[in-house]
């Protein structure tokens, strides 16, 4: 499996504009991006630390995933990212491993990439995130 780097954290935030005055006003980070992703129900801004991404997430329904895991476990880091070269592969490869799969093919995502996610009973209680540029 060819892993590249972290290509983001995923944290869910009840509303972005508020959790923004925490990592732009406190932190000094700079959102370069806000988008929806209708299709996941969701709302996404972005922030750099270095070569690594935040990507804050913040539900645009009552059902969606983001909604759901704030209401179980309130906000906090949702999701661990990486970015891959070979996503069918790498999903091919820890199938073979064991891991279930949420998604059994890549997806749409935010910024043009394609995503799929393991399952978290799977791996530790990590939610993860593959992710590759569609070129």
């Given at each position: ?92 490869e ?7 799969l949420?998604?059994e ?31």
């Amino acid at each position: 499996m060819d892993l590249n780097k972290i290509e983001h954290l995923g944290i869910a935030v009840k509303n972005i504009e508020e959790s923004l005055k925490y990592y732009e006003g406190v932190l000094g980070l700079k959102c370069y991006a806000i988008e929806e992703v209708a299709e996941q129900k969701v709302k996404t801004a972005f922030l750099k630390v270095g070569d690594t991404k935040l990507e804050l997430l913040e539900a645009t329904s009552n059902d969606s995933p983001i909604a759901k895991f704030i209401e179980k476990r309130g906000e906090g880091v949702q999701h661990i990212a990486f970015a891959v070269n070979g996503i069918e592969n790498a999903l091919n490869e820890v199938i073979e491993k064991g891991i279930k799969l949420i998604d059994e093919k890549p997806r749409k995502g935010a910024e043009g990439l394609d995503i799929a996610f393991l399952h978290p009973k799977s791996t530790g209680g990590v939610l993860t995130e593959f992710c590759e540029k569609n070129n």
